[in-house]
């Protein structure tokens, strides 16, 4: 690793210690969308944010990818992903 990368970690380390994880609500919304939503009504959702449409593309051949796991392993991983949230105090 080259020695200006190691200065910037240790820098970042150091001054931004006191980050913390907190979530935008409309992240957590999205994500629990992505998990949930068939993709045409999805695809109406990712609009409201005015990307550009490749991204909508982009992002829409991943939800065909993970569309393929059944809804109720989708729930789980949402439902998972909740209880994360709560416990981190979100």
């Known amino acids: ?3 200006s990368l190691s200065v910037l970690l240790v820098t970042l380390a ?3 210690y006191e980050a913390n994880a907190v979530v935008c ?3 957590i919304t999205d994500l629990s969308q992505y998990l949930l939503l068939p993709e045409p009504i999805y695809k109406i959702t990712l609009e409201k944010y005015d990307p550009p449409p490749e991204l909508i593309q982009a992002k829409m051949t991943v939800k065909a990818c993970s569309d ?3 809804f109720a392993h989708r729930w789980l991983i949402a439902k998972a992903l909740e209880k994360i949230l709560v416990k981190c105090g979100i």
């Open 25 to 27: 609500p409309d992240v």
């Open 1 to 3: 690793m080259r020695l």
């Open 68 to 70: 393929q796991i059944s």
């Open 14 to 16: 150091l001054c931004c």
